[in-house]
């Protein structure tokens, strides 16, 4: 095969692969989901205790990304001073374990598929506290978007057949707190620089969850454990969940790194129809024609909103690119004029 072969082998050889990635991260990401509502929910196993499961999930986070970090050296730990941790990361950690501790409480009253379609809420949370914050600028367009994935939101909440309230408010704290956490990421750690990915940030960040997750624990899970007979350690049941879990962050290393954030996104579209589909196939958790209309509304309001991020970037990598070949440019001319007064100069001074 000639040249034109061997590129052509290349290309699908790199496509293979990251469909490979994309493929890996749905199964990890739809396994966690659920394998957590299976242990948490009442109806399977039976283990109601949210802010347990993720403290065991970040103890064996934490303590794999620091066996990766200080004895494989896989991936090398941030420069970070103590104040710029405790100003940057700890914020950052706390509103992590809000969120987990919040969505993971959500699996024992809502249905995976539900909870699926008020995710679909994360980039109005997101586009909404980053205004907030003034890191995003307030666009008519984009807030009009943002209304109609809400609205999509609505009709799907109205067509749920097992509506519960509490549920419901702990799925949009924890939607609320996720964003926030994504926002702040932006402002306290990427305009400074500092880029961890899900390896490092394990490593930064789980330990401080543990920490903030440990008060709420004592006092709303912990006297219970005590008096139940529940509290029964299950290292297969819980040690393959924890694997599942880190897993899933390698994945996404994975995923980013090799292909894009947009190619996460798409996929992430795909894994919450997947889970959409198994939930009510598997578990038979009812989804009801108002539910799939209103997810299509807001899916589509999602979708769209994606599609615009992505042309901005493109327009902004298109500037960028216009920029450098206007300096190169200048550059040249400035140096063929310092070339030309040389020459000059020399003529002179024969």
Same mark, same amino acid.
């Given at each position: 095969?000639?040249?034109?072969?061997?590129?052509?082998?290349?290309?699908?050889?790199?496509?293979?692969?990251?469909?490979?990635?994309?493929?890996?991260?749905?199964?990890?990401?739809?396994? +966690?989901? *659920? %394998?957590?509502?299976?242990? !948490?929910? @009442? $109806?399977?196993?039976?283990?109601?205790?949210?802010? /347990?499961?993720?403290?065991?999930?970040?103890?064996?986070?934490?303590?794999?990304?620091?066996?990766?970090?200080?004895?494989?050296?896989?991936?090398?730990?941030?420069?970070?001073?103590?104040?710029?941790?405790?100003?940057?990361?700890?914020?950052?950690?706390?509103?992590?374990?809000?969120?987990?501790?919040?969505?993971?409480?959500?699996?024992?009253?809502?249905?995976?598929?539900?909870?699926?379609?008020?995710?679909?809420?994360?980039? +109005?949370? *997101? %586009?909404?506290?980053?205004? !907030?914050? @003034? $890191?995003?600028?307030?666009?008519?367009?984009?807030? /009009?978007?943002?209304?109609?994935?809400?609205?999509?939101?609505?009709?799907?909440?109205?067509?749920?057949?097992?509506?519960?309230?509490?549920?419901?408010?702990?799925?949009?704290?924890?939607?609320?707190?996720?964003?926030?956490?994504?926002?702040?990421?932006?402002?306290?750690?990427?305009?400074?620089?500092?880029?961890?990915?899900?390896?490092?940030?394990?490593?930064?960040?789980?330990?401080?969850?543990?920490?903030?997750?440990?008060?709420?624990?004592?006092?709303?899970?912990?006297?219970?454990? @005590?008096?139940?007979?529940?509290?029964?350690?299950?290292?297969?049941?819980?040690?393959?969940?924890?694997?599942?879990?880190?897993?899933?962050?390698?994945?996404?290393?994975?995923?980013?790194?090799?292909?894009?954030?947009?190619?996460?996104?798409?996929?992430?579209?795909?894994?919450?129809?997947?889970?959409?589909?198994?939930?009510?196939?598997?578990?038979?958790?009812?989804?009801?024609?108002?539910?799939?209309?209103?997810?299509?509304?807001?899916?589509?309001?999602?979708?769209?909103?994606?599609?615009?991020?992505?042309?901005?970037?493109?327009?902004?990598?298109?500037?960028?690119?216009?920029?450098?070949?206007?300096?190169?440019?200048?550059?040249?001319?400035?140096?063929?004029?310092?070339?030309?007064?040389?020459?000059?100069?020399?003529?002179?001074?024969?």
């Amino acid at each position: 095969m000639g040249k034109g072969g061997a590129l052509s082998d290349g290309v699908i050889k790199k496509i293979l692969l990251s469909y490979t990635y994309v493929a890996i991260w749905i199964f990890l990401s739809f396994t +966690v989901i *659920v %394998y957590n509502k299976y242990i !948490l929910d @009442k $109806k399977m196993y039976n283990w109601p205790f949210p802010i /347990t499961l993720t403290m065991i999930h970040m103890a064996f986070c934490s303590s794999l990304a620091v066996i990766l970090i200080k004895v494989f050296k896989i991936v090398e730990p941030v420069s970070m001073s103590r104040e710029t941790y405790i100003r940057s990361v700890v914020p950052i950690g706390a509103l992590y374990s809000l969120s987990l501790w919040l969505s993971n409480s959500a699996y024992i009253y809502l249905s995976v598929s539900f909870i699926q379609m008020l995710k679909a809420l994360m980039p +109005v949370a *997101v %586009y909404s506290i980053g205004v !907030l914050l @003034k $890191k995003e600028s307030f666009k008519s367009e984009t807030m /009009t978007n943002m209304l109609s994935i809400s609205f999509g939101v609505a009709i799907a909440a109205y067509g749920e057949a097992k509506f519960d309230t509490w549920g419901v408010m702990l799925q949009l704290g924890a939607v609320a707190f996720e964003a926030t956490r994504l926002v702040l990421i932006q402002i306290l750690l990427t305009s400074k620089g500092i880029n961890l990915n899900p390896i490092t940030s394990l490593y930064y960040v789980a330990p401080c969850c543990l920490v903030f997750l440990f008060f709420p624990w004592i006092f709303v899970e912990l006297p219970i454990l @005590k008096e139940s007979s529940s509290f029964h350690f299950d290292f297969v049941i819980f040690g393959t969940n924890s694997v599942c879990a880190f897993a899933l962050n390698l994945a996404v290393f994975l995923l980013v790194g090799k292909t894009s954030a947009l190619t996460m996104n798409v996929a992430g579209v795909v894994k919450d129809w997947l889970l959409i589909a198994f939930s009510w196939s598997v578990i038979k958790d009812t989804v009801t024609p108002l539910n799939l209309f209103g997810y299509g509304l807001a899916f589509l309001g999602v979708a769209y909103y994606n599609h615009c991020k992505l042309q901005a970037l493109k327009a902004k990598d298109a500037q960028k690119k216009v920029q450098q070949s206007d300096e190169e440019a200048a550059g040249k001319l400035l140096e063929e004029r310092d070339s030309e007064a040389a020459a000059k100069r020399d003529e002179t001074e024969d």
